[in-house]
Structure formats: C-alpha cells, structure tokens
C-alpha cells in the first residue's frame, strides 16, 4: 500500500500500534496491520501529498502519552501534505475515539484535509493546554463533513485550536465540547484564519 502518488494507505485495522518501518512506502505495524497512526507514520515520512482512506468503523487511541509530537503517543501528528478519508460522521460511519488520553489530531505542517469522520472524547486538561479534538499550528487544514464533539481543553478550543494558522470548516458540527475560559467550539490565536460554511455549533466555555 502506497500514499504517495495514486494508491492510498487502506486502514484496515481498528488497532493503535505504530509503523514497522516508516518511510519504506508501505502501511503495515509489526503484525502487517495498516492502522492510522502507522499510515499517517508512513504519509510523514514521505514526500509529496498522500492519500489515507479509513474503512474502519471505530478507532480508540490507546497509547498514553499527550505532549509528544512525533505520532508515537497520544495523539495523530500530521507533518506533512495529505488527505484522510473516513466513513462519514454518521452512527455508521468512521468514529475517532481518544479516550480522554489527549486530543485527536495535530496538525504541525502542510496542506491536510480530514472527511467523513466523528472525532470525540479528546481531553487536553490543564489550564494551558488548547485544542481538545483537533489543533493546528501550522500549515493549513480543511475539515470537511466532520463532527467533533464532547471534547474538552483546559484554557481554550474546546473543540478546535486554530494557532496562526489556515482552517477551513465545511458542513463541521462541533457540538458538546467545552473550554476552560475561551471558545468551547473554536478558537483562534494570532493571525489564523478560519472559513466556515455550514454546519453547527453548541459548546460552552466558562
């Protein structure tokens, strides 16, 4: 399975386990099994833009450790231009699960679109901490036909943190995601844009 060019990296795998040998142009964790962390260990490690398609239901991160930013632990970090597919945001589409462990994705680098997917239970709790499903700090990233929700952050973006960054939400639902002061939803921080079209919004920030 190849990202780069016109195969996509198929996850096929509901698990949480890393890429045997990232770069090498081929998903597979220890056991051969295509999971999104390893497809997305594959899609950073290579050049040009990748394609991802989830065909998995239900995904959980399973492995502790919220701060780090190299995709090892806790949650996805993207680092370079690619596209993630899932099912749809509906009950029977493709749910992203964090266990309240960390937030689900960071987007560090390059042009990232994410579709078709419910992102939830992202938790990043202390009281500096933003973005407690998805945050983006640099690059640019379209959310397309997402729902976010009952996602927490302990100062601000509850939902989503946009940091100086390019964030376009198109038919995004966040719903039920909570802040500790600033923007339940959505926040953005210095000079990031944002560009909205459709979709709906109920979160809460103290």
Avoid at 1 to 30: I, K, L, M, W
Avoid at 81 to 110: M, N, P, S
Avoid at 124 to 143: F, H, M, N, R, Y
């Amino acid at each position: 399975q190849g990202g780069g060019g016109p195969d996509p990296f198929v996850v096929d795998s509901d698990g949480d386990t890393a890429d045997a040998d990232p770069g090498d142009g081929v998903c597979a964790d220890a056991d051969g099994a295509c999971t999104l962390r390893a497809a997305i260990d594959e899609a950073n490690a290579t050049s040009g833009a990748d394609v991802i398609e989830v065909e998995v239901n239900d995904i959980t991160i399973a492995i502790e450790g919220a701060g780090e930013d190299d995709n090892a632990t806790g949650d996805f970090d993207i680092k370079g231009d690619v596209t993630i597919v899932g099912l749809g945001k509906q009950l029977e589409g493709t749910r992203i699960d964090a266990a309240a462990l960390d937030r689900i994705f960071d987007v560090h680098e390059g042009m990232v679109r994410i579709e078709g997917m419910h992102l939830t239970n992202g938790d990043v709790p202390a009281e500096t901490d933003k973005g407690g499903a998805v945050q983006i700090v640099g690059g640019s990233l379209t959310l397309a036909s997402v729902l976010i929700s009952s996602s927490n952050a302990g100062l601000a973006g509850g939902g989503i943190e946009n940091s100086n960054a390019s964030l376009v939400l198109d038919d995004t639902d966040l719903l039920q995601n909570t802040a500790g002061k600033y923007g339940g939803g959505l926040h953005v921080t210095g000079d990031g844009t944002t560009e909205l079209t459709g979709g709906q919004a109920q979160s809460r920030s103290a």
